[in-house]
């Protein structure tokens, strides 16, 4: 009997093992046994994060309500409103130049000395009991005179050389302080500097000496010429002719001589630019003649500023498939302006006001449809956004929309957003 519950038990076990019915275990394969557990599940994506830029790297431009004006480029040259010719009246060879080109003159100064053999013995001829007495004072009077200019030349050039050299010494320690000097070219120019600097109070006091001598004198020799020279007025009117003397005050600009050269009566010597100004003649196409009136406003970069003009002359003649038109300023002169000065600059044709503008550049890509980078009100983001932009003028870019007066355009600090459309400011 007790085997027979022995076996019957034993047969209950194994039947309940392929059935996986014993209390406090689910049934499994084997199979089950060995899987790995399954692989967590993944975690949700994140938006990227705006870019980040500091207020101070930021520059901005507003958009603002103003006129529009449409306007014609220039290339122009600088020349003078007047210009002096001087012309030989009795001729002769050139004894003495006196200036040269690029002077500084005063109306009535000297500019050259002519030498005329036949109208010298001309005078001579009628003057034959006075020139020896006049001849000796004038020549001494001369002496004098020659001996003043030489002595306040020989200070002069002193004086140019100490300025000279002293620019090019700091120039020079600037370069060699480099390394991109020389130390011996750089002491040539030091020493020559402090021999001017020893040179010139030896000079200064030569030259106070000897104006004394010539001021004690000159009223003597004055006094005996005076008496000499009523008889001399007419025939000394032909010889005065000789030395040429400038008619107005202003610049030389043109004086092809030297010395030895003979110019026959009637000549051109020497041209001169009174100090009457200067104007602007431009360059305009051919294509822009019913566009150009006289009166019109223009402007002109000229150093660091703009300048305003006007169209004071327009010159009816086209050549090259250009025309002419003189430009006169509105305010005082650039300094420095010199004849044949080059300039760029427009001419105003038309103004149309009520438009909303930006200035010109290359935060602003060519094209009418972009996309700018806008400052928020209160500063602390910048968004992109679709603006469209009509007509240039070079300064100036009319937005016909997207944009309102007042909106601040970022042209620079952003860098690189990519694909973003926001960015934060912060500081």
Not at 96 to 122: H, K, M, W, Y
Not at 209 to 232: T, Y
Not at 258 to 266: A, E, H, L, S, Y
Request: glycine share 8%; charged share 25%.
């Amino acid at each position: 009997m007790t085997r027979i519950w022995t076996l019957l038990f034993l047969a209950f076990i194994a039947g309940a093992m392929t059935t996986g019915v014993i209390v406090g275990f689910p049934p499994r394969d084997h199979a089950d046994r060995s899987a790995p557990p399954p692989p967590p599940a993944p975690a949700p994506a994140q938006p990227p994060a705006d870019p980040v830029v500091r207020r101070s790297d930021l520059k901005t431009v507003s958009v603002q309500q103003g006129v529009f004006q449409t306007l014609i480029p220039f290339n122009a040259s600088v020349i003078p409103n007047d210009i002096v010719v001087i012309d030989a009246v009795e001729g002769g060879r050139i004894d003495r130049l006196l200036v040269a080109t690029g002077d500084e003159i005063s109306a009535g100064q000297p500019l050259l000395e002519f030498s005329n053999t036949s109208l010298e013995l001309d005078v001579l001829d009628r003057e034959s009991r006075l020139i020896a007495s006049i001849s000796q004072l004038q020549t001494y009077q001369t002496v004098l005179e020659q001996n003043r200019i030489n002595n306040e030349k020989q200070l002069a050039q002193i004086d140019y050389d100490i300025t000279r050299l002293n620019r090019s010494l700091v120039r020079r320690d600037a370069l060699a302080a480099k390394g991109a000097e020389a130390e011996e070219l750089r002491d040539r120019v030091r020493d020559e500097l402090n021999y001017n600097r020893k040179l010139r109070p030896m000079q200064a006091e030569s030259n106070s000496r000897q104006n004394d001598l010539r001021l004690r004198q000159l009223p003597e020799i004055k006094g005996q010429l005076a008496m000499m020279q009523q008889d001399l007025k007419v025939t000394r009117s032909k010889l005065d002719n000789l030395k040429v003397r400038a008619p107005v005050s202003g610049r030389i600009t043109a004086m092809d001589l030297t010395v030895g050269q003979t110019r026959n009566r009637g000549e051109r010597l020497a041209e001169i630019t009174p100090n009457t100004g200067f104007r602007l003649s431009a360059d305009i196409p051919e294509s822009y003649v019913g566009e150009v009136h006289v009166g019109q406003k223009a402007s002109v970069r000229i150093g660091n500023r703009e300048w305003p003009l006007h169209i004071a002359r327009f010159l009816p003649r086209v050549m090259a498939e250009r025309f002419k038109v003189d430009l006169t300023f509105d305010d005082d002169l650039p300094k420095d302006l010199l004849p044949g000065l080059s300039a760029a600059g427009s001419i105003v044709t038309q103004e149309t006001p009520g438009l909303l503008l930006l200035p010109e550049g290359r935060y602003l890509p060519a094209g009418t449809d972009i996309e700018v980078f806008v400052l928020a009100p209160d500063g602390q983001s910048a968004g992109r956004r679709a603006v469209k932009l009509g007509r240039r003028n070079g300064r100036q870019v009319e937005v016909l929309g997207g944009l309102s007066a007042g909106d601040r355009v970022v042209t620079d600090g952003i860098g690189d957003p990519g694909a973003g459309s926001y960015v934060k400011v912060t500081g």
